[in-house]
């Protein structure tokens, strides 16, 4: 990210840049401001509360607010630290321009190692075996981290010896329109300043419940599949066989719908084997489904294996036939994962 960053810097007239640096160990947050000139504050933030995603995006709003207003610069780079994502500050800035009103988003760039981008996406390791995490409690997986990160951005830059597979990769998971480039292209302002970020877009994107048309897709190294279904998953069966839908070398993500939790929307997040799901919100009036989109390599071929064992774990037409899609239970076995079933009394 170093490298994009001294790049932005270079390409951009009068840019300053806000750097964040996390120290969880020491339960810190360092934030340096520098410009061409040379840096030009550094301050040390204690970490007040578990959340050290929203600490981060605590001080950088402010931050850039700051800089902004102060119209000495034409352009704010903001470096955060490599497990925190910008999409919580870009979705604070896109619903609520108020928020920092002298600033607002010209582009989101994702910077990989693209020697290592197969295995940093696809494999997994988890982030405290990196040293990475925000917190010295955070597990997630290197994969569905990047993952994220890629799917989010504007720009995806690769930088060195990346092979094509990876390349392919990185366009398959990065939503439609967003540049994908092999080291730093050297973007001219008048490309960049006037804004490649597209909220909207980017949100439908990376929405968990994604409405939109098929993101099925092949290339020459790459593939991504769908699964989609209109009745709903069976608890006991999804959890025999998450290993076989949420492992393996696979970027996976997006919403369920189980028959034990019929007004839940259950989210599914995964990469290199690592899965996190949950539930975020209600369907209210909207048609509950599942709709997850796979993404592998042509080498770990396994599209055929998840139909199958996709489709063994819905409802089938008898069960549908003798208790409905809506089931009344106390528990399901997915406790752990998702909480207790919370019953309409």
């Known amino acids: 990210m170093a490298a994009a960053t001294i790049g932005l810097q270079f390409d951009l007239p ?11 160990a ?67 800035l896109g619903w609520d321009p108020a928020a920092a009103p002298s ?64 390349v392919e990769l990185a366009r398959h998971l990065a939503r439609p329109g967003a540049l994908v480039t092999r080291d730093w292209p050297g973007l001219r302002a008048d490309r960049l300043l006037p804004g490649l970020h597209d909220h909207d877009a980017t949100e439908a994107w990376v929405g968990e419940v994604h409405e939109g048309p098929s993101r099925v897709g092949e290339g020459h190294h790459v593939w991504s599949l769908e699964l989609v279904a209109d009745r709903p998953l069976h608890p006991q069966r999804l959890r025999e066989r ?37 539930l975020q919100g209600e369907w209210g009036r909207s048609r509950p489904m599942t709709r997850l989109l796979v993404t592998g390599l042509r080498e770990d071929d396994a599209r ?3 139909r199958r064992v996709f489709g063994e774990c819905l409802l089938t037409d008898a069960e549908l036939e003798a208790r409905g899609p809506f089931w009344d239970v106390a528990a399901d076995g997915l406790e752990p994962w998702l909480g207790p079933i919370h019953r309409v009394a």
Do not use: K, N
């Open 304 to 306: 055929e294996e998840l």
């Open 103 to 166: 600033v607002r988003i010209a582009g989101v760039v994702a910077a990989l190692d693209g020697t290592a981008a197969l295995d940093d996406l696809l494999g997994d390791e988890i982030l405290p075996e990196r040293d990475l995490g925000t917190l010295e409690s955070d597990r997630r997986g290197v994969g569905e981290v990047l993952g994220g990160m890629v799917e989010y951005a504007d720009l995806v830059a690769l930088f060195g010896e990346t092979p094509d597979a990876a």
């Open 14 to 24: 009068d840019a300053v840049v806000v750097r964040h640096d996390l120290d969880a």
């Open 242 to 278: 998450v290993d076989v839908l949420g492992g393996g070398p696979f970027r996976s993500r997006g919403c369920f719908w189980l028959a034990s939790r019929p007004g839940a929307i259950g989210v599914w997040d995964g990469a290199g084997g690592q899965l996190s799901v949950g």
């Open 26 to 92: 020491a339960g810190q947050l360092v934030r340096t401001v520098s410009d061409l000139t040379g840096l030009l504050e550094r301050e040390v933030v204690p970490l007040e509360h578990a959340c050290a995603s929203c600490a981060v995006r605590e001080d950088v709003l402010p931050t850039l607010e700051r800089l902004g207003a102060l119209g000495r610069w034409g352009a704010v780079v903001a470096h955060l630290p490599v497990a925190a994502d910008g999409l919580s500050v870009c979705r604070v």
